[in-house]
């Protein structure tokens, strides 16, 4: 089921920002607790905080409790949909290129 435009909206914001996309690699790497997501990075414990709730509104990220920690997992559908939407998009384009690029040389 194709995302809705709010969605789709969440989910271009959440990975427009360079942090947010470096914490969704190393979590897509491997499950990650907070602690350890934020001890990769030279900002404060609340900034990462924030970047992971904005992963988990997109549904990009969920966590889970493990003991005391909050571990972090990687939501492969959502960049699933991403990708699809980017991919459609590209092909769209593609064809209206290689449209222009007939009539351009046909003539």
């Given at each position: ?57 997109a549904g990009l990220i969920t966590r889970s409790r493990r003991g005391r920690q909050r571990i972090c997992h990687v939501q492969r559908r959502m960049l699933s ?27």
């Open positions: 089921m194709p995302l809705q435009e709010h969605e789709l909206d969440t989910l271009f914001h959440a990975l427009s920002d360079s942090t947010r996309r470096a914490i969704l690699l190393r979590v897509r790497a491997r499950d990650l607790s907070v602690n350890e997501i934020a001890s990769q990075f030279d900002i404060s414990l609340p900034a990462v905080s924030k970047h992971l709730n904005t992963l988990e509104r949909n991403a990708t699809n939407w980017l991919e459609y998009y590209q092909s769209f384009w593609q064809e209206k290129l290689d449209n222009l690029k007939h009539f351009v040389e046909s003539k």
